[in-house]
């Protein structure tokens, strides 16, 4: 996984839980890295599974909800550090369907040894998307919480439900984003 995954979780705990749960999380892990993220560094998958484990052990909180708020905490980093990806991107259905064809394009562009996860959307109706998530790692939660961000940014009202969907080696969600017009 790039670093910047990883640096961007560090930020977030320090926000949200102060700047001595990351160092303690940290220390209860066996991280090859020993901790130490650059944006632009390869990490092993499992260094993530360890941090999001013991950081629910030292907080309390079950760690897939930590994964999806993760999510959706960096949802809005991505925007802040690449407001060029929402260009011409009116609303969240447009912008999740420029995530497999045009922005992980660009990332593989950047960085050409990124294993990045699959996603693919269709559109049945003009109020539904249907949005599945595959990868070799299980990280659902994390895309579920990019999800709920990229929603809640575009200010839309939206449902999302989701099957899991995991085959052989791959773990995979169907994700059903249903629009809601309000009746005004």
Same mark, same amino acid.
């Given at each position: 996984?790039?670093? @910047? #995954? *990883?640096? =961007?979780? &560090? =930020?977030? #705990?320090?926000?949200? *839980?102060? $700047?001595?749960?990351? %160092? %303690? #999380? @940290?220390?209860? &892990? =066996?991280?090859e890295s020993e901790g130490a993220y650059t944006a632009v560094g390869t990490y092993c998958h499992g260094e993530m599974i360890q941090l999001v484990t013991a950081l629910s052990e030292k907080s309390g909180l079950p760690a897939q909800d930590l994964v999806f708020k993760y999510g959706e905490y960096l949802f809005t980093r991505f925007?802040?550090?690449? $407001?060029q990806f929402f260009k011409d991107k009116p609303t969240s259905f447009d912008f999740l369907e420029s995530v497999d064809g045009h922005i992980h394009v660009e990332v593989k562009k950047l960085y050409n040894d990124a294993e990045l996860p699959e996603f693919s959307t269709q559109r049945p109706d003009d109020r539904t998307m249907i949005m599945t998530y595959r990868s070799k790692r299980p990280f659902a939660d994390l895309a579920a919480g990019l999800i709920r961000g990229c929603v809640d940014h575009y200010k839309e009202n939206v449902t999302i439900d989701a099957v899991d969907n995991n085959e052989g080696e791959y773990f995979g969600r169907i994700f059903t984003l249903k629009k809601h017009v309000s009746s005004a």
């Amino acid at each position: 996984m790039k670093g @910047i #995954v *990883f640096s =961007e979780l &560090c =930020e977030m #705990v320090d926000h949200v *839980f102060g $700047p001595d749960m990351m %160092d %303690d #999380v @940290i220390d209860m &892990c =066996e991280l090859e890295s020993e901790g130490a993220y650059t944006a632009v560094g390869t990490y092993c998958h499992g260094e993530m599974i360890q941090l999001v484990t013991a950081l629910s052990e030292k907080s309390g909180l079950p760690a897939q909800d930590l994964v999806f708020k993760y999510g959706e905490y960096l949802f809005t980093r991505f925007y802040e550090m690449k $407001p060029q990806f929402f260009k011409d991107k009116p609303t969240s259905f447009d912008f999740l369907e420029s995530v497999d064809g045009h922005i992980h394009v660009e990332v593989k562009k950047l960085y050409n040894d990124a294993e990045l996860p699959e996603f693919s959307t269709q559109r049945p109706d003009d109020r539904t998307m249907i949005m599945t998530y595959r990868s070799k790692r299980p990280f659902a939660d994390l895309a579920a919480g990019l999800i709920r961000g990229c929603v809640d940014h575009y200010k839309e009202n939206v449902t999302i439900d989701a099957v899991d969907n995991n085959e052989g080696e791959y773990f995979g969600r169907i994700f059903t984003l249903k629009k809601h017009v309000s009746s005004a």
